[in-house]
């Protein structure tokens, strides 16, 4: 079909509006690259605005040869694979659960569970309960602690509502299926989309938590990723801090230099895998909110 000029015009706006957002996304990006293998001194003074310059590599290799950082991204791998699959075994069959409409009283499942979403028991209760199970610097406490996201759950609901047809499940009971068996062997198969979602967002989620093992862990090997840097990073921001006399103007001056080498780097470090990650299942990540925002 020819385009009019009005047609023109639109798909113009809509490119260079699209253009501009691509350019406010991807320039914090690739500035926050380039300042981690940039010398600090270019970066700071405005000359590094894009590309690196002065390329060096030590800001990376501080962070590497601290042992700790490899033993948080082993917890935190853990955290996230343990964490998402209890996540996701308790959100997929309660969220399916909750889209019957022959399940009694549903509405006041949903209800009661929506309370929750808006009305937290607060620090001091959810700290006196981890302690009464004996959670306190374990890593169970990492795994199990919100187990289910009320949000997550709704959208997961909103699916199944959606997208399992009542016929496909009447015709799956008279041919004899249990509700179990209609739900591991006809549902599951159909909702890869919204397990990905899922997956996605609790695994996000797992991977950026530090304030549970703030609160919860004392035994640093216990500690994930987020926390390890976490530390590192103020400890290298309070170094530079406190050289304040005159002898050490020039040491601080370097540990200043130290510190922000190692604050872009840390970015990096922490953000890589969920980068990579991330266009994998981006087209289920948009088909879910989606779901969850214009459904139900």
Not at 162 to 186: H, I, K, Q, Y
């Amino acid at each position: 079909m020819s385009q009019t000029w009005g047609d023109r015009i639109f798909d113009w706006i809509n490119k260079s509006v699209l253009f501009f957002v691509m350019i406010v996304v991807l320039y914090p990006i690739i500035f926050v690259v380039s300042a981690s293998i940039s010398d600090p001194q270019f970066v700071n003074n405005g000359t590094m605005w894009l590309w690196p310059k002065g390329i060096t590599f030590e800001g990376y290799q501080r962070v590497l040869d601290n042992v700790e950082i490899w033993t948080g991204y082993r917890n935190t791998i853990l955290y996230t694979i343990f964490g998402t699959s209890l996540n996701l075994m308790l959100t997929i069959p309660c969220a399916y659960a909750l889209s019957r409409k022959d399940l009694v009283g549903r509405n006041g499942i949903t209800g009661i569970i929506l309370v929750t979403m808006f009305i937290n028991g607060g620090l001091i209760p959810t700290y006196l309960v981890v302690k009464g199970l004996h959670l306190l610097n374990t890593p169970l406490v990492m795994i199990i602690l919100g187990g289910v996201n009320v949000w997550n759950l709704i959208v997961a609901r909103t699916f199944f509502q959606s997208t399992v047809p009542r016929e496909l499940e009447e015709a799956a009971e008279v041919d004899g299926c249990s509700n179990l068996r209609l739900f591991m062997s006809v549902v599951v198969p159909i909702s890869g989309p919204i397990i990905a979602v899922m997956a996605l967002f609790y695994g996000v989620a797992h991977w950026n938590q530090y304030f549970n093992a703030l609160m919860y862990l004392q035994n640093r090997e216990l500690f994930p990723l987020q926390l390890v840097l976490r530390e590192i990073l103020i400890v290298n921001e309070m170094s530079s801090n406190m050289m304040m006399d005159g002898d050490s103007m020039l040491a601080m001056a370097e540990q200043a230099k130290v510190a922000d080498m190692i604050k872009y780097a840390i970015i990096i470090i922490s953000a890589l895998p969920l980068l990579v990650v991330f266009p994998f299942v981006q087209r289920f990540f948009i088909k879910g909110v989606l779901i969850g925002s214009l459904k139900g």
